[in-house]
């Protein structure tokens, strides 16, 4: 298994859901600043050009919340990811999805200073609506679904991680509470040790 990474990216949140696996992989170090990621053997891999990417037995996935939901399967011991078709897979799901795909957005643009002139349209609504979703979805205790912790705090919670270092968005300090829980996992420590190293 091959995990092609930086720890200064979006790799970084996949390198953490390896070190809770606590799986043997291959780790390839892309330097986005020699735009490695440019070369015609990644974009091959990538057409996207970014990070991360996992290669597994001739299959490619790109996406951190796809590489995450596939680690979590592939490695059931570790108790990452609720049964296929149980309630909890349904919420389980639902943070895999909404954080790439309509909280992510949003937030990237308010951090831009731009607002999408049809939030309506927009998949992802407008910064209000984000913020209320994430004040709601966000555990008072524990993790998204309860006592078990899972794939899904690493997708939904790596990524608030990235909003309160970067301060993208004010947050509650329920948010807050819930980013101190996720850091003080001893693998997103050992994970996030490595960044800003390129090892
Ligand atoms: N939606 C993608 C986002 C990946 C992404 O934007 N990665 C950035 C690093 S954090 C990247 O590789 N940027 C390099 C580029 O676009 O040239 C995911 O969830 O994996």
């Known amino acids: 298994m091959k995990h ?74 570790a108790n990452l990811a609720p049964p296929s078709g149980s309630t909890e897979r349904a919420i389980y799901y639902r943070y895999l ?29 407008d910064i209000d609506r984000v913020q209320t979703t994430i004040e709601q979805m966000v555990p008072k205790h524990d993790w998204v679904l309860g006592a078990a912790f899972s794939a899904a705090d690493v997708v939904f919670g790596g990524l608030l991680d990235s909003v309160l270092r970067f301060g993208l968005v004010p947050v509650s300090p329920k948010v807050g509470q819930y980013v101190a829980r996720i850091r003080n996992r001893p693998a997103y420590q050992i994970a996030y040790r490595a960044r800003g190293t390129g090892s």
């Open 4 to 77: 092609y990474f930086n720890p200064a990216s979006r790799g970084a949140i996949t390198n953490w859901l390896l070190e809770e696996l606590k799986v043997p992989h291959e780790r390839i170090y892309i330097d986005l600043a020699a735009s490695d990621n440019d070369t015609p053997a990644f974009r091959k891999l990538n057409p996207m050009g970014k990070l991360p990417v996992l290669v597994d037995d001739g299959a490619v996935v790109t996406e951190v919340a796809a590489i995450c939901a596939y680690l979590a399967d592939k490695f059931p011991l």
């Open 97 to 125: 999805f909404v954080t790439g795909n309509t909280i992510e957005p949003a937030i990237t643009l308010y951090a831009s200073g731009i607002s999408h002139p049809d939030p309506k349209t927009a998949g992802w609504g």
